[in-house]
């Protein structure tokens, strides 16, 4: 098969699931509303985050992070697929595709790691209250911040280069939401198992490791609360550990499907949907997840809008 050279005039044709879907303009109007939530509501979190001095404690440091990577995440993705459904222009450009897959893998991969961190301070909180403010100082906090994105920015540094550098066929077609590593995989007209294994260890490094680490640390939070004399603090901790698992939950199995299972077991409707899910629809739940069950981020949310609409109205 005759290849074509990647070179940064060269492009690639993005069929999302907005073109294959049978409803695209529902599904587009769905995405949309999506894209406004995870920009209002991770927003408001970060802000309430940044502004409330009763938040400026780890839980709510690494929350904003996570917030923060949401919000990165998902407008590297979905302004793009919207932009093109509505123009009825699919391009992307051989530079563009590298920028898109590289921002992506950063913001996931790191989103990967503070997820397991965020069980670690979960678990010190409740297993270890006495020794709290030392395991979970602001250098170490900021150090686990730290670790999660250089570690996510060197691992996507190194795929993206890697990737866009594979000879790639006449059909530059990519049936996917984005630029991603197993879609353009498919395009590549070498031999890629290699690589392929090398996918695989960095999302067992990435993906199971970290999984592994929140499963201990929830097991042993488990035990602890269990044993806990008062009902209201058994509560307390049940929802704000419930809250984390269901965002564990969603994100870690959509990107273990992605970036773990075999290619056999890929198709690209499949992939579409589940890129679709930990993009778009993740990053949206996530603030509603975490804020709306948790009082003190709710009263912190309501002071800041407060002092706000205050200071709108004495300016008037």
Not at 202 to 219: H, N, W
Not at 226 to 231: A, E, I, K, W
Request: aromatic share 10%.
């Amino acid at each position: 098969m005759e290849l074509r050279n990647s070179t940064l005039g060269s492009g690639f044709i993005l069929v999302g699931i907005l073109n294959d879907s049978g409803f695209p303009e529902l599904l587009c109007a769905t995405v949309t509303v999506l894209y406004m939530l995870a920009l209002t509501s991770n927003g408001l979190l970060l802000l309430a985050i940044t502004m409330e001095a009763r938040l400026h404690v780890p839980l709510y440091l690494l929350l904003g992070q996570l917030s923060l990577m949401d919000l990165l995440f998902t407008s590297v993705v979905t302004p793009k697929a919207l932009a093109d459904f509505l123009r009825r222009e699919n391009t992307i450009s051989f530079g563009g595709c590298a920028l898109q897959m590289f921002l992506a893998l950063t913001m996931g991969s790191a989103e990967d790691l503070l997820l397991a961190f965020m069980a670690y301070d979960r678990f010190v909180a409740i297993c270890h209250p006495l020794k709290y403010m030392t395991l979970m100082s602001p250098r170490v906090c900021w150090l686990m911040v730290a670790t999660s994105w250089i570690l996510a920015f060197l691992s996507a540094l190194g795929h993206t280069m890697y990737t866009m550098h594979l000879p790639f066929c006449m059909s530059w077609e990519i049936r996917h939401l984005l630029c991603e590593i197993p879609p353009l995989l498919k395009l590549a007209c070498g031999d890629t198992s290699r690589y392929e294994l090398i996918i695989y260890v960095t999302g067992v490094t990435f993906l199971l490791l970290p999984i592994s680490a929140i499963v201990a640390s929830y097991t042993l939070i488990l035990f602890t609360v269990l044993r806990m004399p008062s009902n209201e603090g058994r509560k307390k901790a049940l929802v704000t550990c419930s809250s984390h698992l269901t965002v564990v939950g969603m994100f870690y199995g959509a990107a273990t499907f992605m970036y773990v299972l075999p290619s056999s077991f890929h198709s690209p409707k499949q992939d579409n949907i589940i890129s679709v899910f930990y993009t778009i629809v993740t990053p949206a739940l996530n603030p509603l997840i975490y804020s709306l069950r948790n009082k003190e981020v709710m009263g912190a949310l309501r002071r800041v809008l407060g002092k706000y609409r205050l200071l709108v109205h004495s300016t008037l």
